[in-house]
Structures are given as C-alpha cells and as structure tokens.
C-alpha cells in the first residue's frame, strides 16, 4: 500500500514539475538577449578587431551562452571588453585599449571606468552610454546609438 501512495505521489509530482520549467528557459532567454546587445555594443566599439571578453565572476549559464558567440578569457589582460555584471567591484589596471561595461546604472555614475551600462528595468533592457567617457576614449558609435548617449558627469 505505501508503495502505490509513493508512486502515485511520485507521478503527480513529477507531472505537475513540467509546468515550471518554462522559467529555467525564460532565463536562458534574456541571457540570450543580453548577450546579443551587449556583443553589438562591443563589436560597434571594437570595429574590426576581435572581442575578447571578460565577465568577473561569470556564471555557467553566462558561459555557455556568451561563448558561442564570442571569445570568452579569464583575466581582464587578456580582455579588450569587459562586462561587469555580477561584481559590485573588479580589478582590472587603468588600461586606455579596455572598455568596460557595467550592468548597474549606480556603479556607472559612481565609477568613470565604465563607457556604459546595459541592465534590465521594468523588465525591458535598457542601454545608457556616456558621451564624455566615449569622447575621451575616441570611441565613434554608429548613429543607431545617438538615443543611448547620454551627458552624465
């Protein structure tokens, strides 16, 4: 008798666990997103060379997916574009070829390291980039960026 309680228990919760696995993909779904505009942006700055990305602290979700679009390194000497998205701090030298990319609008006002913040607001991705960071960097965006710079100190 406990046997067929545990299997009938066992089917109704295994039938009923189908119905939320639409999350684990929704997730992969904005990474996904992310990755696509947060690569554009990179590549729009990088020009003709190569990406070369950094993610501190990256996740294995993070991973997987940025790393079949681009080159993913582990230091940020070996970065040319680093997205900052999981640490509230990073360690990378004072290097003018690094552009850096940060997912928090806080940490973008407070630190003038980063050109730019990509984050999700209200569920929508959001893009802010700073006219004088880009400007002391010489970076040259295409005019699709023009609503996306903004004139932050």
């Known amino acids: 008798m406990i046997k067929k309680i545990f299997i009938a228990t066992f089917l109704v919760v295994s ?50 997916v940025y790393s079949s679009e681009v080159r993913l390194v582990n230091t940020c000497e070996k ?35 980063f050109i730019g913040a990509f984050f999700w607001s209200k569920s929508r991705p959001n893009i802010v980039l700073v006219k004088s960071r880009l400007t002391q960097k010489a970076i040259i965006l295409p005019k699709e960026y023009e609503r996306y710079i903004e004139d932050l100190k």
Not at 53 to 64: A, C, E, G, V, W
Not at 86 to 113: A, D, G, I, P, W
């Open 15 to 64: 039938l009923s666990a189908n119905n939320y696995t639409y999350l684990l993909d929704e997730y992969k779904k904005d990474t996904e997103l992310e990755a696509k505009i947060v690569l554009k942006i990179a590549r729009d700055i990088l020009k003709t060379n190569p990406v070369h990305l950094y993610i501190p602290n990256m996740k294995p979700l993070d991973s997987k």
């Open 79 to 113: 970065a040319n574009f680093v997205f900052v998205k999981y640490s509230k701090s990073f360690q990378c030298e004072k290097n003018k070829k690094l552009f850096v990319l940060t997912n928090n609008y806080r940490q973008l006002l407070s630190n003038h390291s």
